[in-house]
């Protein structure tokens, strides 16, 4: 199992999302600008991860992310496999075969670890440094202004009429 960058920028993503969701669905605009990370390269991330249940979103104003499911449901291996769902490469050079134990070994190591890792253990972690949690105010739907009325008013529309007025 490989860690991407994906996988890299997912894991943050997931982990912001993780420390802002109580507040409502965040929006990927924020993440993106919190985390450095594109919007157009989070929709990529966040398919994946919407895809894998590992996330759910909601339209329209106010709308955004939240959870799939609780945060000690989701490991490291379930956001990094739902990005980056590339294996290791089999090495077919002379020689190969000596060595392909060893990395389906490390490769089996890697994600038993990454699956012992939650993402609530990751938001522990994150509180326990005591880095604070910036929460966007909510967006209110808007609402239409009401309508501009024209002024009214008794002042004579033309000259003519002004002059109508003045007695003339």
């Given amino acids: 199992m490989r860690i991407s960058t994906k996988g890299r920028f997912a894991v943050n993503?997931?982990?912001d999302l993780a420390l802002r969701e109580?507040?409502?669905p965040v929006a990927l605009v924020t993440i993106g600008e919190r985390q450095g990370i594109s919007l157009s390269y989070l929709e990529q991330l966040f398919a994946g991860l919407r895809t894998a249940g590992l996330v759910q979103s909601s339209r329209g104003p106010g709308g955004g992310y939240r959870l799939g499911r609780p945060a000690e449901d989701i490991s490291v291996a379930d956001i990094v496999g739902a990005v980056d769902e590339r294996e290791?490469?089999?090495?077919?050079?002379?020689g190969a075969p000596a060595t392909a134990a060893l990395w389906r070994s490390l490769e089996e190591t890697m994600r038993r670890h990454m699956s012992a890792i939650s993402l609530a253990s990751l938001v522990g972690q994150q509180l326990e440094r005591g880095e604070p949690i910036i929460v966007a105010p909510r967006r209110r739907a808007i609402a239409p202004l009401p309508p501009v009325r024209a002024?009214?008013?008794?002042?004579?529309?033309?000259?003519?009429?002004?002059?109508g007025t003045l007695g003339h």
């Fill in 151 to 163: 002024p009214r008013t008794t002042a004579p529309n033309s000259v003519f009429a002004l002059a």
């Fill in 88 to 94: 290791m490469p089999a090495d077919h050079r002379p």
């Fill in 22 to 24: 109580s507040a409502g």
């Fill in 13 to 15: 993503a997931m982990i």
